[in-house]
């Protein structure tokens, strides 16, 4: 080799080096997975990971595969188009290099080739697919299965084989039959550690079961699978006004235009929108009584005081979903307050997450529904709100200051 070609692929090595050096610390969030028990005696089930990547700029991430676990059958989504990602199984270094911190050297981990860099102001989700065969973990005893297994994802669904019914849940979940009559327990795990899930069945005791929908099947949904949140930034109590964005998952092939219809007693200000899948600022307006029954949107019961913000996208892919976060001011002199000098927050919640952070300067005293404390980065205290039930929850906050 001529000392000028060894000179310009020497030249190479510092570069790939800072490549790996630099590229960001992988962060994610909104996880969400399916277990689906397959044939008793085999070991195996199908899992669904739904995952986003967060970090800006980043074009990869890596899935661990869990140490004791077998993984075949492995495919990999852009849940914001449908379509298949490319992806290979690598070990433990490379996944420390290209940004898993606290990868186990030892272990291995799917990688996966992104789209597009996830965007700065955005997020890059994904669909990742696979069967692991873990025996200590999925078992039988007798005519019993068990599947028994600490889950650190905090939301969660498992679904039983075919002819099977539960007998046992050792955490609080609910209970929800598949189209197909197989039964699944999910839940929402809302403590800081595992969940030590442990669930046992034994085949049913008819020789068939059949798979009909239930009469309330209107009142059943996955609060698990629903990734809806919302985040409150309280201004000082005497403007009775607070600032929020709040995420959605539109998945309606062709859907186009997200609804905010404001709460009766509140006033709005400031909207923006924002693709989290682009990174794009959307395009906005506010109506009002009989402008939203021209603009012939789905709006029920529209008086002259209804008001409603509208967010406009593209239209949604087949196949594929479109993650929107929206921005507002809201104003509710009847729900956030100063009474004397005390800071009172009072009102319903009904997604699964909500954050409640207090204005700068204020002492958390009282809060009704239980929830995670923290304290931020700017010195506000921060409340986040876990609600694993299908109804609302009535959060009453109360504060001093300091």
Not at 130 to 159: C, H, M, Q, W
Not at 235 to 245: I, N, R, S
Not at 365 to 392: H, K, M, Y
């Amino acid at each position: 080799m001529k000392a000028t070609h060894r000179l310009a692929l020497l030249s190479l090595v510092p570069v790939a080096l800072a490549a790996q050096v630099t590229a960001p610390r992988q962060t994610d969030g909104d996880s969400y997975t399916r277990y689906e028990l397959l044939a008793p005696g085999s070991g195996q089930f199908r899992i669904t990971y739904e995952v986003t990547a967060t970090a800006p700029r980043a074009t990869h991430y890596f899935n661990a595969i869990r140490a004791g676990s077998i993984a075949t059958d492995e495919s990999v989504f852009d849940r914001r188009t449908g379509s298949p990602l490319q992806f290979e199984e690598v070990g433990g270094a490379v996944a420390r290099a290209g940004g898993v911190r606290s990868a186990d050297t030892a272990g291995r981990y799917i990688r996966v080739r992104l789209n597009r860099p996830v965007p700065v102001d955005g997020e890059a989700r994904l669909l990742i697919i696979k069967t692991y065969e873990d025996r200590v973990s999925y078992f039988a005893r007798g005519d019993t299965i068990i599947f028994t297994r600490p889950l650190g994802i905090k939301r969660n669904a498992v679904v039983l084989p075919g002819g099977y019914e539960l007998v046992a849940s050792n955490y609080p979940s609910q209970v929800l039959q598949e189209a197909d009559g197989r039964i699944g327990v999910s839940f929402w795990n809302a403590t800081p550690v595992e969940a030590p899930l442990t669930i046992r069945a034994v085949p049913h005791r008819r020789t068939a079961v059949a798979a009909a929908a239930s009469a309330v099947a209107n009142r059943l949904s996955e609060r698990a699978h629903q990734d809806r949140e919302i985040i409150y930034f309280l201004q000082q109590p005497e403007t009775h006004a607070f600032d929020l964005y709040h995420d959605y998952t539109e998945s309606r092939p062709g859907t186009s235009t997200y609804l905010n219809v404001v709460r009766a007693g509140s006033t709005v200000a400031n909207p923006r929108a924002r693709d989290l899948d682009t990174g794009e600022e959307l395009r906005w307006e506010t109506l009002k009584g009989d402008a939203i029954t021209r603009a012939g949107l789905d709006v029920s019961g529209v008086t002259p005081a209804t008001e409603v913000v509208v967010f406009r996208f593209a239209p949604v892919l087949g196949g594929g979903s479109t993650r929107l976060r929206m921005y507002e001011t809201y104003t509710d002199s009847a729900r956030y307050r100063l009474v004397g000098d005390e800071l009172v927050w009072d009102r319903g919640f009904g997604r699964p997450l909500n954050i409640v952070v207090l204005p700068a300067g204020w002492i958390l005293t009282n809060s009704s529904i239980p929830a995670t404390v923290s304290l931020r980065e700017d010195g506000r205290v921060q409340l986040d709100f876990i609600n694993a039930r299908p109804d609302e929850i009535q959060v009453l906050i109360t504060a001093r200051r300091r």
